[in-house]
């Protein structure tokens, strides 16, 4: 049996279907606007450990335990526009998760929710498609993985563009790690050592808001670190803004 709390998030999401395209997150829902819609208190410091204990973990558990469509992979970070890693986790999916959820969302869309649904929910505001300006400019996130880890090290913490290196204390050096292609809808790059770079924090942001171009052959490079032609002309077509 679903739960009350579950039960009315259920019953936003499914509102709020007509509006979403699969594969498309920005028409998805964020953490904290599920509480704004049902009024909810935010109960941890990150929203969707908040919902997690208000209904997400029982909704979630129910459509995975009575073979529903996992709809609670509408419900999205704004920070990474994309579901927490319990979505993916708790379905036991590891690999092409991209596509999964992607399926999950076309099969949410196509299910008639109708008999688990008490009342129709009428509340949902009619820009919740937009995300506002401040989520656009909170998504860009430093990620530290092992592979990045890897990339930054494999390059002495060199900023391969312009080959700063930030000493910082104790004889520690700071740099980041890009992903050329980027991950994530849309672009869909992969998580590979030849598909990163290692950067100074101006050169990454530049790289991410495509402020400059890439070019190889200026590049520094260090032995045991490639990186494919591949993404670097993907760089170069669709994420540079000349
Ligand atoms: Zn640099």
Same mark, same amino acid.
């Given at each position: 049996m679903l739960d009350e709390q579950g039960r009315k998030i259920l019953e936003?999401?499914?509102?709020?279907?007509?509006?979403?395209?699969?594969?498309?997150p920005e028409t998805y829902l964020g953490y904290k606007k599920i509480h704004e819609i049902l009024g909810l208190p935010q109960l941890r410091e990150r929203w969707g &450990?908040?919902? %997690?204990?208000?209904?997400?973990? /029982?909704? !979630?558990?129910?459509?995975?335990?009575?073979?529903?469509?996992?709809?609670?992979?509408?419900?999205?970070?704004m920070e990474t526009y994309?579901?927490?890693?319990?979505?993916?986790?708790?379905f036991n999916k590891s690999e092409n998760i991209y &596509?999964?959820? %992607?399926?999950?969302?076309?099969? /949410?869309? !196509?299910?008639?929710?109708?008999p688990y649904i008490q009342e129709e929910f009428n509340l949902v505001p009619a820009d919740l498609t937009v995300p506002d300006r401040k989520d656009i400019t909170i998504s860009r996130i430093i990620r530290d993985?092992?592979?990045?880890?890897?990339? %930054?090290?494999?390059n002495n913490q060199q900023c391969q563009i312009c080959g700063i290196s930030i000493e910082m204390p104790a004889g520690k050096k700071y740099s980041e790690a890009h992903h050329i292609k980027p991950l994530g809808q849309p672009h869909n790059g992969p998580d590979i050592i030849e598909n990163m770079i290692c950067v100074c924090?101006?050169?990454?942001?530049?790289?991410?808001?495509?402020?400059?171009?890439?070019?190889?052959?200026?590049?520094?490079?260090?032995?045991?670190h490639s990186i494919s032609e591949e993404f670097i002309n993907y760089h170069n077509e669709y994420i540079h803004k000349p």
């Open positions: 936003v999401l499914v509102a709020h279907l007509p509006k979403v395209r699969a594969g498309k &450990e908040s919902l %997690k204990v208000q209904g997400l973990s /029982s909704l !979630a558990e129910w459509t995975k335990s009575n073979e529903l469509p996992a709809i609670t992979g509408l419900i999205i970070s994309e579901p927490g890693e319990g979505y993916f986790s708790l &596509e999964w959820w %992607k399926g999950e969302i076309e099969k /949410s869309k !196509a299910f008639d929710w109708s993985t092992p592979l990045s880890r890897r990339v %930054k090290s494999l924090p101006n050169h990454h942001a530049m790289l991410d808001y495509g402020a400059i171009k890439l070019v190889a052959s200026n590049l520094l490079f260090k032995p045991n």
